[in-house]
């Protein structure tokens, strides 16, 4: 499974822009870059996903570097309820059934 | 829309024993994914039932079993328990199966907690 990486934690103020970084230098031309994250005592949620183009949707942008090596998670204006666990997941389908590996993800906290 | 649910919430067993899970998937949704979360670790692949069928299975032993029903809900079998199989366990609907799945969402429940004793 191709692998990502991302830092340990970050922090951000409220009504602050959040960029979320992830290195994925051993991505294949096949793989979806997906982002889920995981509110305290919930099961993760889907925030999104995207291949080669930048993807936009109501909860966050996706910004994708051009070799797809690393890509940016962006939360506009974090807010209180944004504070969780962010996982930059491959997700290739195909032979791998598009089972999600999970790292340890960033930790994201929200200050007031 | 119904989101995924799963029962029970919280359950507490010995080592030795056996325990089932349930799930059900979101409306619509034929493929249904396992994970386990230890605590204060991302969830870990067990396996995926795609339209009743086991699809794919992560580095789980065969004491961990499952099944899907014809109308797509899932059930998650564990034997013998141990004490490391206290965990949260979650599971994971999805719309579509096979290759495409790569380019799909999967709709996770709240999870089962279980405490082995």
């Known amino acids: 499974d191709a692998k990502t990486t991302q830092p340990n934690s970050m922090e951000s103020n409220e009504e602050e822009p959040v960029h979320l970084p992830c290195n994925h230098s051993?991505?294949?031309?096949?793989?979806?870059i997906h982002w889920y994250r995981q509110l305290p005592s919930q099961g993760p949620e889907y925030v999104i996903h995207?291949?080669?183009s930048n993807v936009n949707n109501r909860m966050a942008s996706l910004a994708i570097a051009e070799d797809r090596k690393s890509s940016t998670l962006i939360l506009h204006r974090a807010t209180l309820r944004d504070a969780a666990v962010y996982y930059c997941?491959?997700?290739?389908?195909?032979?791998?059934?598009?089972?999600?590996?999970f790292g340890q993800g960033t930790i994201l906290t929200v200050h007031p | 829309e119904t989101g995924v649910t799963q029962s029970p919430t919280h359950l507490i067993k010995t080592r030795g024993q056996q325990v089932t899970l349930r799930c059900s998937s979101q409306?619509?949704?034929?493929?249904v994914s396992w994970y386990q979360q230890a605590l204060g670790q991302g969830p870990q692949f067990i396996f995926q039932?795609?339209?009743?069928?086991?699809?794919g299975r992560g580095n789980f032993p065969p004491r961990f079993s499952g099944l899907q029903f014809p109308n797509y809900s899932s059930e998650l079998n564990v034997n013998a328990l141990e004490l490391d199989d206290s965990a949260l366990y979650l599971c994971?609907?999805?719309?579509?199966?096979?290759?495409?799945?790569?380019?799909?969402?999967?709709?996770f429940g709240p999870g089962t907690r279980l405490t082995v004793l």
């Open positions: 039932y795609y339209r009743e069928e086991e699809n």
């Open positions: 051993t991505i294949s031309g096949t793989d979806y």
């Open positions: 997941i491959l997700n290739a389908g195909g032979t791998s059934y598009g089972k999600l590996t």
């Open positions: 994971a609907s999805s719309g579509r199966g096979g290759w495409e799945l790569g380019a799909n969402e999967q709709f």
């Open positions: 995207g291949l080669t």
């Open positions: 409306s619509g949704h034929n493929t």
